[in-house]
């Protein structure tokens, strides 16, 4: 299988058979996985930050980096990768946004990150069918396009599907 790795702030989208994304170390970050039933189509995005206001520059070169461009413009590449255009059909997972390195809870990013990230795909009328978010660890998580499994595994653990 073809695997398509996703770093921080970057985003993809696939339909192509025999293929599939996977991101590394989430931690207060958090991957969002939609996948459209109808076509196959998978996309995921491992989103840093809630809010592109802090950093506009940043979200025009790397929208994925922030929830608020990431998800419309994951929406877009699904498209483009041969999605349906009736998103509200499509699937949402969630995965991360734990509080690895903020033991006191001094940021809360992994919780603003989910809060942000569940709201716009409220409004967007995408349904969350599942997620594995907050405590204290980190995951990396992978989407296969031919059968639509989310798996995650995290040190020490063993793997788990979401």
Same mark, same amino acid.
């Given at each position: 299988?073809?695997i398509?790795?996703?770093g921080?702030g970057?985003? !993809?989208a696939?339909?192509? =058979?025999?293929?599939?994304?996977?991101?590394?170390?989430? $931690?207060?970050?958090?991957? +969002?996985?939609?996948?459209? =039933?109808?076509t196959?189509?998978?996309g995921?995005a /491992?989103?840093?930050? =809630? #809010?592109?206001?802090?950093?506009?520059?940043k979200?025009?070169?790397?929208? !994925? /980096?922030?929830? #608020?461009?990431?998800?419309?413009?994951l929406?877009?590449?699904?498209?483009?990768?041969?999605?349906g255009?009736? /998103?509200? $059909?499509?699937?949402?997972k969630?995965? !991360?946004?734990?509080?690895?390195m903020?033991?006191?809870?001094?940021?809360?990013i992994?919780?603003?990150?989910?809060s942000?990230?569940?709201?716009?795909?409220?409004?967007?009328?995408?349904?969350i069918?599942?997620? #594995?978010?907050?405590?204290r660890?980190?995951?990396? +998580?992978? +989407?296969?396009?031919?059968? !639509?499994?989310?798996l995650?595994?995290? =040190?020490?653990r063993?793997?788990?599907?979401?």
């Amino acid at each position: 299988m073809d695997i398509f790795i996703l770093g921080i702030g970057e985003l !993809g989208a696939t339909a192509r =058979p025999g293929t599939g994304l996977k991101t590394f170390a989430l $931690g207060s970050c958090v991957a +969002v996985l939609l996948l459209d =039933p109808s076509t196959r189509c998978v996309g995921m995005a /491992h989103v840093a930050l =809630p #809010d592109s206001s802090i950093k506009p520059e940043k979200a025009r070169i790397r929208p !994925g /980096h922030f929830a #608020d461009t990431g998800i419309p413009t994951l929406l877009k590449q699904m498209l483009q990768a041969g999605a349906g255009c009736e /998103h509200r $059909g499509y699937i949402a997972k969630l995965v !991360g946004g734990a509080s690895v390195m903020d033991p006191n809870n001094t940021f809360n990013i992994g919780i603003r990150n989910v809060s942000a990230i569940k709201s716009i795909l409220n409004l967007s009328g995408i349904r969350i069918a599942s997620e #594995d978010v907050g405590r204290r660890i980190s995951r990396t +998580v992978s +989407v296969d396009v031919d059968t !639509g499994t989310v798996l995650v595994s995290s =040190p020490g653990r063993p793997d788990w599907c979401v």
